[in-house]
C-alpha cells in the first residue's frame, strides 16, 4: 500500500477538476466512486496469490432512479519475474492480451482506470 500512497499523493498535487483521492484501508475513493484492491490466497494453492481490481460505486451510495454504473473488474495473478526481488502480475486488463505489470505499473493501471471511470460516469 505504500507504493498507492505515494500515487495518491502525487495525483492529489496535481489533480486539477478532479475530487480528492481518499485512502480508506484497502480502497481508494474518488468523490463517489471507489477502487477496491483485494488480495487473495487460494485454500487449494497456499503459494497462489490473486488480486482483484474493482471500481464501481460505494455500496452505501447508490442513485435515487436507475442502477447506476456498472462495476468494473480484474484479477491478476502473482507471477514469476526474471528478477526475484519483485512480483509481476499478471491478468487480462481489457486488451485481450495477458499483461504482466509490475506493482508500480499495477498502481498506475487502478488510479488511471478509476480516474477514466469518475470521467465517464460523472456528469460534465
Known sequence: MCIVRERVEEMNANRDKLPELVIKGCRVELGRFTL???????PTDPTEYILTV??????NIRRMFGPGPTPVANQLRAAVSDD??????????????LERL??????????????????????N
Open 102 to 123: 509490475t506493482s508500480a505499473a499495477l498502481v498506475e493501471f487502478a488510479l488511471q482506470s478509476l480516474t477514466a471511470y469518475y470521467r465517464k460516469h460523472t456528469p
Open 54 to 59: 474493482k471500481i464501481g460505486v460505494e455500496d
Open 36 to 42: 477496491y484492491l483485494e488480495f487473495d490466497q487460494r
Open 84 to 97: 526475484s526481488s519483485r512480483i509481476l502480475w499478471a491478468g487480462y486488463l481489457g486488451t485481450g492480451y
